[in-house]
């Protein structure tokens, strides 16, 4: 796929050419690879995140400080945040910046809330200032609902919970963007709506804690991967997947005249049934394309993890006509290629050459399915 006009045109009904896109949290794994799309789509994004946090980044590989307008500072700061929509009047928002990691949150929880809810508020108070038309997508997780440990997937009107400073912290952060939208946004052109995704995975995530790097480190040094809980479950899907359903359900917000829809909601975008596997599936799927071993490292006194997860997107598929594209296999054979792929690479421009064919076979995949999003008319 091509950054060309009639790309552009084609693709979220070419709602992003040419537009102000804001990006929070543009320095994270999901946040460089929406970067990367919006780049391709036409749009002229705007980003503020603290610096990168690990060390090799996606953001530093894709070389994106230089092709987008790179702001450091931490969605904390209210002044900040406040300041930076002022500047950019934005006419895409997209909330990405938070803490993001579960085990993280047991030994850091007051930074945990802080950036997860106050950041969140911090955004929708400057957001209530923006005198302008805008449509602003507030990400958060799967994680945000109370997890009940139920076989049936999480709908959207399920009750918001979280056993851990990090779940809560998501649930919290929902509850607020749902109080703002109706206190504030009721009739406005400034159009919200919260995104909750399944566990992500795909390449350029270097976090630690995750499981797809701890797989890809393992297998650099030739030791076998540890997995501390292999019986969970989770809604494993490509990070490209949510990256679609944000920017479509964006694009639809834009068509909106105010803050007055069904679409101005919550919002899960899960992969299809087949890809809620266990840890230990995918650690095996992963060994299919890069051969290791893997060892259970489970432990008794470990910090409670969910097991079983899993989320309904009826509403998705109904309201937007977005569902998942590439199954988990698919997800796994892209996410294990990329990295295989850069192991031995440090330019800048393979990086990005990597990046934007995947987004192409992606787009390629969605439009054989005949997904909305992809479709002028749709």
């Keep these: 796929m091509s950054s060309t006009p009639d790309t552009a045109a084609t693709l979220f009904s070419g709602l992003f050419a040419g537009k102000e896109v804001l990006v929070t949290g543009h320095t994270g794994f999901k946040g460089s690879w929406l970067c990367e799309w919006l780049l391709l789509l036409g749009a002229r994004v705007h980003g503020l995140s603290l610096a990168p946090e690990t060390a090799p980044s996606l953001f530093e590989q894709l070389g994106l400080a230089a092709r987008v307008d790179h702001r450091l500072g931490d969605i904390r700061d209210a002044g900040l945040v406040r300041r930076t929509i002022e500047a950019v009047q934005p006419d895409f928002v997209f909330h990405l910046a938070a803490q993001p990691l579960v085990r993280l949150s047991y030994r ?16 929708l108070e400057a957001l209530r200032a923006l005198q302008k038309p805008c449509s602003a997508v507030l990400v958060t997780t799967d994680k945000c609902y109370e997890n009940r440990e139920w ?57 630690l804690d995750r ?25 494993w899907q490509h990070v ?18 105010a803050c007055d829809s069904p679409l101005c909601s919550g919002f899960n975008f899960g992969p299809g049934h087949d890809a809620n596997r266990t840890v230990g599936e995918l650690v095996t799927e ?15 006194n470990a910090h409670h993890e969910a097991s079983l997860l899993q ?28 990295y295989r792929d850069t192991a ?7 990086f990005q050459s990597l990046t934007r064919g995947q987004i192409a076979a992606y787009t390629a995949a969605a439009t054989g399915a005949g997904s909305a999003w992809t479709h002028p008319s749709a």
């Excluded at 850091?108 to 955004?123: K, S």
């Excluded at 997107?313 to 796994?332: E, H, N, P, V």
């Excluded at 031995?344 to 393979?350: G, H, I, K, L, Y």
Aim: glycine share 10%.
């Design 108 to 123: 850091q929880p007051v930074e945990t809330y802080a950036t997860n809810v106050m950041g969140t508020i911090h955004v």
């Design 151 to 207: 076989l049936y997937g999480y709908r959207e009107e399920d009750p918001m919970g979280g056993f851990d400073p990090y779940s809560s912290s998501k649930g919290m952060a929902e509850l607020a963007i749902a109080a703002y939208r109706r206190s504030f946004f009721a009739g406005r052109a400034v159009k919200i709506a919260s995104a909750r995704a399944g566990n992500v995975i795909g390449g350029g995530d270097w976090a």
């Design 211 to 235: 499981i797809v790097p701890d797989c890809i480190r393992a297998l650099q040094c030739g030791a076998p991967i540890g997995v501390r809980n292999p019986r969970a479950t989770r809604p």
């Design 240 to 257: 490209l997947e949510p990256l679609s359903g944000y920017l479509w359900l964006a694009a639809r917000l834009a068509g909106l005249a």
């Design 286 to 300: 992963i060994l299919k394309h890069w051969p290791g071993t893997w060892e259970d490292q489970s432990a008794p």
């Design 311 to 338: 989320l309904c997107t009826d509403k998705t598929s109904a309201l937007l006509g977005w569902s998942a594209t590439w199954r988990f296999a698919d997800a796994i054979r892209e996410t294990v290629t990329w």
């Design 344 to 350: 031995r690479c440090a330019e800048p421009s393979r």
